[in-house]
């Protein structure tokens, strides 16, 4: 396992951080959907301070995590559900 030391570069500031080679080619896109959201606010709003810029993009990363795991949630549910009908469908058949 292998680490890198990197520069990234978000918001015209630059984190340096250690990461697992595996990892280097997720974080630099990661880094850069994040400088994108902080452009498409910045054109949308006409906003310039990087720190509510930042915590923009942070609330809306936020909730499209919080979507995605009520996705899942539901997904789960509704395949619980199916597999309960299954069991009952074999029990009856028994």
């Known amino acids: ?9 978000i918001a015209n500031r630059e984190y ?9 080619e997720g974080i630099r896109k990661a880094g850069k959907l994040v ?3 902080i452009k498409a606010y910045r054109d949308q709003f ?5 720190q509510d810029l930042l915590a923009m993009v942070a609330f809306d990363c936020l ?4 979507k995605k795991e009520e996705t899942i949630e539901s997904s789960d ?3 619980l ?4 009908n299954i069991s009952q469908l074999i029990t009856n058949a028994i």
């Open 16 to 24: 340096p951080m250690k990461v697992k080679a595996e990892d280097e």
């Open 77 to 79: 549910e509704i395949a």
């Open 35 to 37: 400088n994108e959201k």
């Open 81 to 84: 559900d199916q597999i309960r």
């Open 63 to 66: 909730v499209d995590k919080m």
């Open 46 to 50: 006409g906003i310039d301070d990087n």
């Open 1 to 9: 396992m292998t680490e890198l030391s990197i520069k990234l570069k």
